[in-house]
């Protein structure tokens, strides 16, 4: 069974001290893993595609790298406007369907 | 943004009635999707249409329906609404390649 496991659940953080959010998943062949952000009341929004193992993408003060058992949110210097819930997702391959995990709720205190 | 409208955004119905959402695209994307987002756990997929009048279950579809008859239109109904269907709804699209999703801003569905 396909699974998608974040942590922490939730993390908070003081306004420029780094840290990481952590993605753990199980898929038979993953086709792509996602980060999404989400504002509260808001929609998900895309933030980026990793489909390998050592791929990593840049987003300002985001960065997400992917190995074959999970992947990292990486946040430097964060600022209070990157106070948000960040969702993972895996898609299996030749599957139409994104698996969502529960998501890490970030505070960034001034 | 994309062109994702979800209706209504907030609806309150007692149990036992049909309820309908609506998501409407101007994107012309292929795949739509309905999800529902609870604490604890998470977006879980619903029902989704890789094309018009093609649809499939998802993980939790139970008590729900969906149809597609035009690309630009995807409905999810309750035909007889419980109290564990009050959720948040979110529909999505997918382009042809379907690697990214784009969500509407939810409905928030009550039922009493």
């Known amino acids: 069974e396909d699974q998608v496991t974040q942590s922490p659940e939730a993390l908070r953080l003081q306004e420029g001290e780094s840290s990481s959010l952590n993605c753990s998943y199980t898929v038979s062949g993953l086709r792509g893993l996602f980060w999404y952000r989400q504002d509260p009341g808001k929609g998900p929004e895309f933030l980026f595609t990793?489909?390998?193992a050592g791929e990593e993408k840049e987003k300002e003060r985001l960065k997400a790298t992917l190995t074959k058992k999970e992947s990292f949110l990486h946040i430097t210097a964060p600022k209070p406007e990157d106070s948000a819930t960040y969702l993972c997702a895996v898609q299996a391959g030749g599957g139409n369907q994104f698996y969502f995990g529960t998501g890490t709720s970030l505070t960034v205190i001034p | 943004d994309a062109g994702i409208t979800q209706s209504p955004r907030h609806k309150v119905t007692e149990t036992g009635t049909p309820v309908t959402l609506r998501c409407h695209q101007t994107e012309n994307h292929r795949y739509m999707y309905w999800y529902r987002q609870d604490p604890g756990h998470g977006l879980r997929l619903i029902h989704y249409s890789y094309g018009v009048k093609d649809t499939d279950k998802g993980e939790v579809s139970d008590g729900y329906s969906v149809s597609r008859s035009k690309t630009e239109d995807f409905l999810l109904t309750l035909e007889s609404a419980t109290s564990s269907q009050t959720s948040v709804y979110f529909c999505?699209?997918?382009?042809?390649?379907?690697?990214?999703?784009?969500f509407g801003s939810g409905t928030q569905l009550s039922v009493l």
């Open positions: 990793l489909y390998s």
């Open positions: 999505a699209i997918g382009d042809h390649t379907n690697e990214k999703l784009f």
